[in-house]
């Protein structure tokens, strides 16, 4: 009920809160002020660019092989789909053919890294929702074990950079098929363990069903992508809808939900964990030795003149690259599609008559990652 | 006036109740700080991690170095900061707890005070740390503090309620072991020495599972405890009222909260599991040595400890809304239903296995309003702000 304070005689003020940029739950350095009255959010002024790095200017200042580094450091939860939108925008430029190798490498790793940033995302939801700290753990331990298997690989746990233009910088270490069936073995019970702890709670399901709706035509309106728009029921999956890499030859559905609340974009999530455990199996069937790289590649990358989009089915969504190309060894221009910026901007119509407790778990479902908003 | 502790005869009276009060409020300091650690520990298990386990043998002297930490910390107060308000909040939290104390029934005989009304007085005097609550919220000076004392004061009245009925509608059926004299058997009593021996035979979780629940979901409340932590919810409100808080004034909020749940476990082991007596009856005319009852009181109290670190970790925050029409809607309609069959059980003399009955259909209800709240709500209004704060942008 609202009380209509024109009537009455004291004026009454809404109270400004604002949350971040140190706030536990904004995930990184975003703010938000928040004009709240009593407990309903009447207005929320989002603030971003306080992990602003210059990362796309950095990039022009540096060649294609320097340039994967700071893609790592865009996405730091999903280093490698970073990296692939940016190879494959070199690639695309300079037309270099990819070993089919080399190519479900990437799907596989690439997919690991989906399964990982969907971890992180369920833990930290969990926090956000209000478990102590259980689902934080469970998501981690999964997370964990992805990143060692990456760390075997490339050497480092976060910042990769192993994918080169036209191929992988090395060869993966031989037992990597084991190894990799045995991370998707405790990813499997990851899944449940979430599924068991958090799906059906009825507390779980109060707190998230019907808050923060975003209906179909808003979502597209405002640019989302990836499992934010799917939880939507906008089947918007690019690994679907433009086949890169060997995706047209292994069989999957885009997940969907329709009720566009919190409560979807966390079961799309879940849901999307097991569908990438599933893929990965799928590849390593059709794993076959051969080269990682093309035979004759130039010591230094000399691009043509040219312009290209390339765009990626990152965790979070639509992962672009936009370069530009007049020649030499680095990009005259990148700029960096974010899909976390995009999906942000439906964050003011999903909050806005709300409690603040769900504008919390609100910002917590988009799963932003603010070094790819800010760059 | 004198009294006989220990063994000593003909103390003073106050001095008497010094000694007590004394031993009872270092021993709960020591108790509690237990109790810290058995939490993480007990939490570590629940998340498949160690807990503390560097500070002494299996970290037993983390507390202690927690402790030693916070006195040592500087006691900062906001220079905006209503500065009696803010200082004298934790003693408002602090006192009132460890007053609860005085009642508690560790074994037979060994209580500060035996009161006739000992349930009232706790309830009486636990609820005053609410006024604690919202002073720390309003005198910090601080958005987030103010928030957290409201959600406080809100959640704090209105669970008192449902946690009164739940005591009272036990208490009122309480059979009161017949009086020599007349030789005719009494009902009702809030006297906690009485109720626990009135549950020698079969303790009273039996005859009330519904008020068993709902005492232990109002408990929780009543702790700030998951799910009920709405008022320091760290992902909302940071700590809520104690987000400015520092040092000494900050432990000692913390050592209230373990100690209040350290009494409220006392309170449900006494009211619901006998206390200090063993189930069925059992070594009933040949009373057990004070330590093997101190064990039993233990035991039971810790499984409602055990209880609350488990719901801690495994069930999400409620909002605020949903915590009030939970209260309102469906637990206090509830109790108030039970304690009318519990007046219609006592005038009309049924007997007690209608208790039971009807508790465990209160139990079912309790079951399926929830599920029906949860898995077919009513769609939420249209919330009526949203244009003007589409309009003020």
């Not at chain 1, 602003?52 to 950095?58: I, P």
């Not at chain 2, 109290?301 to 055990?306: E, K, M, N, P, Q």
């Not at chain 2, 909002?319 to 005038?347: E, Y």
């Amino acid at each position: 009920m609202v009380v209509d304070t024109s009537a009455t005689e004291f004026e009454t003020q809404d109270l400004l809160l604002n949350v971040g940029p140190q706030h536990p739950s904004t995930h990184g350095v975003f703010r938000m002020v928040l004009e709240i009255d009593g407990e309903l959010v009447k207005d929320l002024v989002p603030y971003i660019g306080y992990l602003h790095r210059g990362a796309e200017k950095l990039c022009e200042n540096n060649d294609f092989r320097q340039g994967i580094g700071y893609m790592d450091r865009t996405e730091y939860l999903a280093a490698h789909n970073a990296e692939l939108s940016y190879v494959m925008a070199v690639e695309a430029l300079a037309e270099i053919e990819v070993p089919e190798r080399a190519q479900w490498i990437r799907m596989i790793l690439c997919e690991l890294n989906r399964i990982s940033s969907h971890f992180m995302f369920l833990g930290a939801f969990g926090v956000d929702v209000g478990v102590f700290g259980t689902p934080f753990i469970y998501g981690w331990r999964e997370r964990e074990r992805i990143i060692d298997l990456f760390e075997e690989i490339s050497g480092d746990r976060m910042m990769f950079a192993y994918f080169r233009a036209g191929g992988l910088a090395w060869e993966v270490p031989l037992n990597f098929p084991e190894r990799v069936r045995e991370v998707l073995e405790s990813a499997r019970q990851g899944v449940k363990d979430f599924d068991g702890l958090l799906t059906q709670n009825e507390i779980f399901i109060a707190r998230t069903k019907n808050v923060g709706v975003i209906t179909a035509d808003d979502a597209i309106e405002m640019g989302m992508s990836g499992p934010t728009i799917r939880a939507s029921g906008v089947p918007l999956d690019l690994r679907k809808t433009e086949p890169y890499l060997q995706y047209d030859q292994i069989s999957f559905e885009t997940i969907t939900a329709d009720g566009g609340d919190v409560f979807d974009r966390y079961l799309v999530r879940l849901q999307e964990i097991s569908q990438s455990i599933d893929l990965i199996e799928q590849c390593l069937e059709r794993l076959e030795d051969g080269p990682i790289m093309p035979e004759k590649m130039p010591r230094m990358l000399r691009l043509p003149e040219g312009e290209v989009y390339i765009r990626t089915e990152a965790p979070r969504g639509e992962y672009g690259i936009y370069m530009v190309s007049k020649g030499g060894n680095k990009p005259h221009r990148l700029k960096v599609r974010s899909a976390c910026l995009s999906n942000l901007q439906a964050l003011k119509q999903m909050c806005v008559g709300q409690y603040v407790a769900d504008a919390i778990i609100v910002l917590g479902s988009i799963d932003i990652v603010l070094s790819e908003v800010d760059r | 006036m004198s009294t006989e502790i220990f063994g000593f005869d003909g103390v003073n009276v106050w001095v008497d109740g010094l000694v007590r009060v004394l031993l009872i409020v270092g021993f709960m300091t020591v108790v509690v700080m237990g109790l810290i650690y058995g939490e993480r520990k007990i939490l570590a298990r629940f998340q498949q991690r160690l807990g503390p386990t560097r500070t002494g043998p299996v970290g037993l002297l983390q507390s202690v170095a927690d402790a030693l930490k916070l006195v040592g910390k500087e006691d900062l107060r906001p220079r905006n900061a209503d500065a009696w308000t803010f200082e004298l909040a934790p003693y408002l939290v602090f006192v009132p707890v460890f007053l609860g104390f005085v009642i508690v029934p560790f074994v037979l005989d060994w209580q500060v005070r035996i009161l006739e009304l000992g349930l009232l007085y706790f309830v009486a005097v636990t609820g005053i740390n609410i006024v604690g609550w919202i002073m720390a919220g309003w005198g910090s000076d601080n958005r987030y503090a103010m928030i957290g004392g409201m959600r406080a004061a809100a959640q704090g009245i209105s669970y008192e309620l449902p946690l009164v009925l739940s005591l009272l509608a036990v208490a009122m059926v309480v059979e009161v072991p017949s009086d020599s004299a007349t030789g005719e058997s009494l009902r009702g009593s809030l006297n906690l020495n009485e109720i626990i021996a009135a549950q020698a035979e079969i303790p009273n979780l039996v005859w009330q599972p519904l008020v068993l629940i709902v005492f232990f979901i109002a408990a929780l409340a009543e702790l700030n405890r998951t799910p009920f932590d709405i008022p320091v919810g760290e992902s909302e409100v940071v700590g809520g009222p104690f987000v400015e808080y520092s040092g000494i004034r900050w432990s000692m909020f913390f050592l209230a909260e373990y100690a209040a749940l350290l009494i409220m476990s006392l309170i449900f082991a006494a009211v619901f599991l006998g206390g200090w007596a063993w189930p069925a009856g059992l070594f009933q005319d040949d009373p057990w040595p004070r330590w093997a009852q101190a064990l039993l009181v233990t035991g039971k109290a810790g499984l409602f400890i055990f209880m609350v670190f488990w719901v801690r970790a495994s069930v999400p925050r409620l909002r605020i809304d949903q915590l009030m029409s939970f209260t309102w809607k469906i637990l206090l309609p509830l109790m108030f239903a039970q304690v009318l069959i519990n007046g219609l059980v006592l005038v009309y003399d049924w007997p007690e296995i209608v208790l039971t009955v009807t508790g465990l259909v209160g139990v079912l209800v309790l079951v399926m309003a929830v599920d029906r709240a949860v898995r077919h709500p009513r769609p939420r209004p249209a919330p009526a702000t949203q244009l003007e704060g589409e309009a003020a942008s």
